[in-house]
């Protein structure tokens, strides 16, 4: 999918192509991807198993290189870690020997600051982890964890969060609890959000866009915007619209699937391995 810069994109992503080199040879996870996320706007990509989600997310994080293309932000390009990005992982990824403010501490601690408490204290409430500062990570559920790692990639008030599968290991019912907190603290302080998911009901339930990519190497195959009122009840999530709209794509990821399983003719060799090569 081609795209053309819009004048509200807060990220941009142009032509993004990422080869990894493997013992067995040049894996091309990504090519030429193309994407527009607006300001304050959530996005869930979505797409079958290994076409190259998180290769994408994190070349957005800026965490990793792309082999070609570019990622901006706000117009400048991410060549690296940025503070303006959180990110939030399947893993709440807590220290296990810190309690919970000592972890949200910690990477203010690296940078030689100090988390603003007085925020911190709000995020925890918001979350229902008030009283739970002093607590060991071990002491506390998976979705609690979960909630201890979003208020700490919110800790610094990012104006983009970038979540990989953060509610994956949940059990269904903690990840709808954690969808609807999103979407809450989304309401009140509006952050621009990606969202891998392998879930089709979150990224309808939590978007405003849905972008689908292709098997590997991953492009955007389409892009589903989500027109439905916030917040999203079960009332508007039992319509009949969100039912087609999740068939829709679901039947577009299998279909993406099978075109994956199916022998394939020879394709022409894409531009990023031409320019590998070179
Ligand atoms: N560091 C790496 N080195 C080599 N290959 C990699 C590396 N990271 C990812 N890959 C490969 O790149 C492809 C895309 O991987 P990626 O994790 O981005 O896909 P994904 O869509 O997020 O997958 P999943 O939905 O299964 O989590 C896969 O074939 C994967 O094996």
Same mark, same amino acid.
């Given at each position: 999918?081609?795209?053309?810069?819009?004048?509200?994109?807060?990220?941009?992503?142009?032509?993004?192509?990422?080869?990894?080199?493997?013992?067995?040879? /040049?894996?091309?996870?990504?090519?030429?991807? &193309? %994407? #527009?996320?607006?300001?304050?706007?959530?996005?869930? @990509?979505? $797409?079958?198993?290994?076409?190259?989600?998180?290769?994408?997310?994190?070349?957005?994080?800026?965490?990793?290189?792309?082999?070609?293309?570019?990622?901006?932000?706000?117009?400048?390009?991410?060549?690296?870690?940025?503070?303006?990005?959180?990110?939030?992982?399947? /893993?709440?990824?807590?220290?296990?020997?810190? &309690? %919970? #403010?000592?972890?949200?501490?910690?990477?203010?601690? @690296?940078? $030689?600051?100090?988390?603003?408490?007085?925020?911190?204290?709000?995020?925890?409430?918001?979350?229902?982890?008030?009283?739970?500062?002093?607590?060991?990570?071990?002491?506390?559920?998976?979705?609690?964890?979960?909630?201890?790692?979003?208020?700490?990639?919110?800790?610094?008030?990012?104006?983009?969060?970038?979540?990989?599968?953060?509610?994956?290991?949940?059990?269904?019912?903690?990840?709808?609890?954690?969808?609807?907190?999103?979407?809450?603290?989304?309401?009140?302080?509006?952050?621009?959000?990606?969202?891998?998911?392998?879930?089709?009901?979150?990224?309808?339930?939590?978007?405003?866009?849905?972008?689908?990519?292709?098997?590997?190497?991953?492009?955007?195959?389409?892009?589903?915007?989500?027109?439905?009122?916030?917040?999203?009840?079960?009332?508007?999530?039992?319509?009949?619209?969100?039912?087609?709209?999740?068939?829709?794509?679901?039947?577009?990821?299998?279909?993406?699937?099978?075109?994956?399983?199916?022998?394939?003719?020879?394709?022409?060799?894409?531009?990023?391995?031409?320019?590998?090569?070179?």
């Amino acid at each position: 999918m081609d795209a053309v810069d819009d004048p509200n994109a807060k990220l941009t992503v142009r032509q993004a192509t990422k080869i990894y080199r493997t013992a067995s040879g /040049d894996l091309v996870a990504i090519d030429r991807c &193309n %994407l #527009d996320v607006r300001a304050r706007e959530i996005v869930s @990509i979505v $797409g079958p198993s290994g076409c190259g989600k998180t290769t994408l997310l994190w070349s957005m994080s800026g965490l990793h290189g792309l082999t070609a293309g570019e990622v901006r932000l706000d117009g400048k390009p991410i060549t690296g870690p940025n503070p303006e990005i959180g990110m939030v992982f399947q /893993d709440a990824n807590l220290l296990p020997w810190r &309690n %919970l #403010d000592s972890n949200i501490a910690f990477p203010f601690e @690296i940078k $030689g600051g100090k988390p603003d408490r007085a925020w911190v204290d709000h995020l925890m409430h918001r979350v229902g982890l008030d009283g739970f500062g002093a607590k060991m990570p071990r002491e506390l559920s998976g979705g609690m964890q979960q909630r201890a790692a979003l208020v700490r990639a919110l800790s610094f008030k990012p104006s983009v969060l970038l979540m990989d599968e953060p509610f994956g290991a949940l059990d269904s019912f903690t990840r709808e609890e954690m969808n609807r907190l999103v979407e809450e603290i989304w309401m009140e302080t509006p952050t621009t959000i990606v969202l891998i998911t392998h879930s089709i009901e979150e990224a309808v339930f939590l978007s405003d866009r849905v972008v689908v990519m292709s098997p590997r190497p991953g492009r955007v195959a389409s892009i589903h915007p989500v027109p439905f009122p916030r917040p999203r009840s079960i009332e508007i999530m039992t319509t009949r619209e969100v039912f087609d709209l999740m068939t829709t794509i679901k039947l577009e990821i299998v279909g993406e699937r099978k075109s994956l399983s199916a022998p394939k003719p020879a394709a022409p060799p894409s531009a990023a391995l031409d320019r590998a090569a070179s």
